[in-house]
């Protein structure tokens, strides 16, 4: 009878709380007034109600919230479920110390809880180590909290690393604390602290962390790295040698990531740089095309449009893709040679299946061009 009354029925899992389903959950804990599968889903109507409706809320909504916390810890006391609302309940009424500390010890009883431990963390980054800035021992002492819970998060998923470092800076977290989510001690953090380095243009400190690791043999990233160092530092032989490097492996393992980076940091690189990648790595620049398109980007825009043609003949050959003929074609005609450039337009919509994008690219492309 409890489930026929309750937003339950005919669900596997209780729905999404909504205000409207209060009447429903109080039937059923006439009916089941110790229920558990009644009792959660209940507080998280009121919570949801409270969230809503703020200091409007009916008192007896809150009254109901307090009673099932009771009934739950009467059944429970280490229910990690109980922490849990009584955070979210004191972030609604902004008290987001008292929230990170009631998160925390939720994240305590269920610590395998990823989304809890996440909370937990976004709240105590965005209430007590916000409002203890500019640095202080408070200040440190929430930090190493947030950071015990973003560390094991990132070792599950290192995907989200970007996501935490907006989280922290937008906090306010300064460069060297952001950078202690990846610890000192941990041999595995020092390539995602120096490639955190190479993203703030900290070339000091990048060097510090490379030093760290040069005794590690094999590791393409660490290449990667310190080519990206050398060309800063003018060192073109040393930048090319370990740049041909991390394209190889690139191109042989296929590794998008490594692409994206090293094609990323193109724009960004001197142009004797540039000039020395074309004169000494052209073979292992056309086995990238996303790389390989960047390159050909700088050369054109520093009127190098022959150095531009040899990158893209390489590309054409190690790694054709729909994008370099058209590139090729477009630069064909700042070369003068328009019947090359409607040749190669047609390869690439031929390359691509003769998509219907491709199509109106080459229509339009003949079109402007056919004079």
């Not at 937003?7 to 089941?32: K, T, V």
């Not at 889903?41 to 916390?69: K, M």
């Not at 050909?296 to 893709?321: M, N, P, Y």
């Amino acid at each position: 009878c409890a489930g026929l009354e309750s937003p339950w029925m005919g669900r596997m899992q209780p729905p999404p709380p909504r205000a409207e389903q209060r009447d429903g959950y109080r039937r059923a804990l006439e009916h089941s007034p110790d229920d558990p599968d009644f009792l959660y889903p209940y507080a998280r109507v009121c919570l949801e109600i409270l969230r809503t409706e703020g200091a409007q809320a009916p008192a007896e909504v809150r009254a109901d919230f307090d009673a099932v916390l009771a009934s739950m810890k009467a059944q429970n006391p280490n229910d990690y479920r109980m922490p849990w609302l009584e955070g979210e309940r004191a972030i609604v009424e902004g008290d987001l110390a008292a929230a990170a500390d009631a998160l925390d010890l939720a994240v305590e009883r269920a610590p395998a809880y990823l989304s809890l431990r996440l909370e937990a963390a976004t709240t105590r980054l965005n209430g007590p180590f916000a409002a203890s800035r500019p640095m202080s021992v408070k200040a440190n002492e929430e930090l190493a909290r947030i950071l015990a819970h973003l560390r094991l998060l990132l070792k599950l998923d290192p995907t989200r690393e970007s996501t935490f470092v907006g989280l922290l800076r937008q906090a306010g977290a300064l460069p060297v604390e952001i950078a202690e989510l990846w610890p000192k001690d941990d041999p595995e953090s020092a390539l995602p602290r120096a490639r955190y380095w190479a993203a703030l243009r900290n070339w000091d400190l990048l060097g510090v962390e490379l030093k760290r690791l040069n005794n590690v043999k094999g590791n393409l990233w660490l290449a990667a790295l310190n080519g990206r160092l050398a060309f800063e530092r003018g060192n073109l032989e040393l930048g090319v040698k370990e740049w041909k490097k991390a394209l190889e492996y690139a191109a042989y393992k296929r590794d998008q990531d490594l692409e994206r980076w090293l094609s990323a940091e193109v724009p960004t690189l001197p142009m004797p740089a540039v000039m020395a990648l074309y004169q000494d790595a052209l073979k292992e620049t056309g086995g990238l095309p996303q790389f390989a398109l960047v390159v050909t980007a700088r050369l054109v825009q520093d009127r190098k449009l022959a150095a531009a043609d040899s990158v893209l003949l390489q590309a054409s050959q190690r790694a054709a893709r729909p994008e370099i003929f058209r590139a090729w074609a477009e630069l064909a005609l700042k070369l003068g040679d328009r019947d090359g450039a409607f040749s190669r337009a047609r390869t690439a919509v031929q390359m691509s299946g003769h998509a219907q994008e491709w199509r109106a690219w080459l229509k339009a492309f003949e079109e402007q061009n056919r004079n």
